[in-house]
């Protein structure tokens, strides 16, 4: 049973922004440290310099042979089942530094020479140089230090999809970057049969992570031990028939070893190999999991574009049926824009309570439209407000979104109506908003939302969403 049927959310994968775990085993979804440090949002870049000054505390204990409280550091990482991502077929039971001992993880970080010569710089170096630790291992460690941010994160979905909280529940371990160390608080969370629950956003795992140490060794490592045992002419050189000199990687690794220690020897040998390795893998990490990829996963179907073009077009206008409204417009656009815009939130409060954001979008884009925008428009977060009555859209509606930009939440949203009179007079009245500085509004109407959904079932526009392209050109012209 996943979170979404034992809470009754009534939506699937598709309509969720987080993980749709279940509630008692883990699904095969990992958090890469590599691919949380591509993201671009100021919570995300919390996230990851909480791993990167967790990591700095833990070595800098190492090198002040502080190796007691460097230990206690690392035990903190113990397994624990709230997040259920990973390996586990049966009950969930984590995989985290501390589920193989915080002595003997604490043993291989401590006595590895990548650790006494400033190799291992970051999380995921263990990946590749601290024998017995594994990609399981790194996400579940992960998922504890930013521990913190997905308490908050869960707190907030679960008002998004009205998911009750039990409060004074035990946090966990909440890694402290000032004190440089751990915390227990009693928190509201969600509680299932099995426990307490923390959910981990969709746009933060991917299906491996983006370290391997038998890659790293495969086609960076030996390639470059191959040029260098070739250019001294040592005594792996063999001559081919025509002459020509070659040293074969099984020679190589018959001779050093095909394990993390000899990753390890050949790397202070090579440094510079492993900071190609790591800008590469810095700019080509994967993007996140798309609906297609949950689907196979979960076991689930895609978002139905079908039902929810049907759903919209049957949707009554009104008053009375505003919030269906608004609901479904956020179940339709977290479904076409992710993963470009993620962590939806409604009726945010602004100026002490003095106005409210139907649903505010986080701007996490790495490619298409809404990347773009985020390079030459503030647009860190995008606002949507939601009019659910067929008469013309005026000025007020206009002014009542622009009053919600601002330069640090962003200056980019969008209006969403049934229909409009005059097309031509709403698109005028945007235009002006846009000239006289007050932010920049694309206005929808359902004739256009559904238009965004049958392109998203033809699957033709990826995240370069033209429809949205070509409003804003008329904003800015």
């Known amino acids: 049973m996943r979170v979404s049927e034992y809470f009754k959310l009534g939506k699937s994968q598709a309509y969720s922004d987080f993980v749709d775990v279940p509630i008692d085993t883990d699904i095969e979804v990992f958090i890469d440290p590599t691919a949380l440090k591509t993201l671009v949002s100021p919570w995300s870049r919390e996230c990851t310099s909480l791993v990167q000054y967790y990591f700095k505390a833990v070595l800098k204990r190492m090198k002040a042979g502080q190796d007691r409280e460097a230990q206690s550091l690392v035990a903190a990482l113990n397994e624990r089942n709230e997040f259920h991502l990973g390996f586990s077929s049966g009950k969930s039971r984590g995989h985290g530094f501390g589920s193989k001992s915080a002595e003997s993880v604490w043993g291989a970080l401590s006595k590895s020479d990548a650790s006494k010569s400033g190799l291992l710089r970051d999380l995921e170096d263990t990946c590749l140089l ?4 594994g990609k399981d291992m790194v996400s579940d460690a992960v998922c504890n230090i930013i521990r ?8 907030a979905m679960c008002l998004f999809y009205g998911i009750p909280l039990t409060p004074s529940v035990t946090s966990g ?6 004190k440089e160390d751990w915390e227990q608080k009693f928190v509201p969370l969600p509680m299932s049969t099995e426990g307490k629950l923390i959910f981990v956003p969709k746009i933060f795992v991917r299906h491996r992570l983006s370290y391997e140490y038998q890659g790293y060794y495969q086609h960076y490592l030996l390639p470059e031990m191959q040029r260098d045992e ?5 005594g792996l050189v063999e001559l081919l028939k025509d002459g020509t000199p070659r040293v074969t990687k099984k020679a190589l690794k018959e001779r050093y070893g095909d394990n993390k220690l000899a990753v390890v020897e050949q790397t202070l040998r090579f440094p510079h190999v492993l900071d190609k390795y790591r800008d590469e893998k810095l700019n080509s990490v994967p993007p996140p999991l798309d609906h297609k990829q949950f689907a196979e996963i979960e076991g689930e179907s895609p978002p139905d574009w079908d039902n929810l073009k049907n759903r919209l077009e049957t949707m009554p206008t009104g008053r009375e049926s505003a919030t269906a409204y608004e609901n479904l417009i956020e179940e339709i656009f977290s479904s076409i824009f992710y993963p470009s815009l993620c ?3 409604k009726q945010e409060v602004i100026h002490d309570g003095r106005k409210r954001i139907d649903i505010t979008y986080t701007n996490e884009a790495r490619s298409g439209f809404f990347k773009w925008l985020s390079q030459h428009y503030p647009s860190a977060f995008i606002f949507v407000e939601c009019k659910n009555y067929g008469n013309e859209i005026g000025n007020p509606e206009v002014d009542q979104l622009s009053g ?11 209006l969403v109506c049934r229909s409009v009179e005059d097309a031509e007079r709403l698109s005028a009245r945007c235009s002006d908003t846009a000239k006289d500085s007050r932010g920049y509004i694309i206005a929808l109407t359902d004739d256009d939302v559904l238009e965004l959904l049958e392109n998203a079932k033809l699957g033709v526009t990826s995240h370069s969403f033209p429809l949205l392209a070509e409003k804003f050109k008329g904003l800015v012209n």
């Open 130 to 133: 601290i024998e017995g630790i």
């Open 148 to 155: 913190g941010p997905l308490i908050e994160y869960t707190q």
């Open 173 to 178: 371990p909440i890694w402290n970057p000032q």
């Open 230 to 234: 070739l250019q001294r002419n040592g």
């Open 343 to 345: 962590n939806p939130t």
């Open 404 to 414: 919600r930009f601002s330069l640090s939440r962003g200056q980019c949203g969008i």
